[in-house]
């Protein structure tokens, strides 16, 4: 049974820094994509970060500059450096994988809740 768990987040004031992990089981085999989405209260889910196994990266124009999502090798974690944290990042991160498999197939963690407040 694949499970992605999450761990990291928290509470932190404006302007910190949290970093926020997943770590993926049950699965055999390197998974393709790993990703970070976030839903805030009252909006719909979104893409934050993603990296593939073959280190290509996208993100959020809103994140740009600030997070990093990184990967140990072909190892099945992910992580997602946050820095220059801001209030609107407050949400539940949920970390996701995409594995092909006879169809690309698609796992989400439980989520973790990242709260930016003074």
């Known amino acids: 049974q694949v499970q992605l768990v999450e761990s990291g987040g928290g509470l932190v004031q404006p302007g910190g820094s949290l970093r926020l992990s997943c770590a993926a089981s049950?699965?055999?085999?390197?998974?393709?994509?790993m990703a970070w989405y976030r839903q805030a209260p009252g909006k719909e889910r979104e893409l934050v970060a993603q990296r593939t196994l073959g280190r290509v990266t996208n993100y959020a124009d809103s994140v740009k500059g600030r997070f990093t999502i990184s990967r140990e090798g072909t190892k099945n974690t992910v992580y997602l450096q946050m820095n220059s944290l801001k209030p609107e990042d407050t949400a539940v991160y949920y970390c996701n994988a995409k594995i092909l498999y006879d169809r690309w197939r698609s796992y989400w963690g439980q989520g973790t809740q990242v709260t930016i407040s003074s």
């Open positions: 049950g699965i055999d085999r390197v998974i393709d994509t």
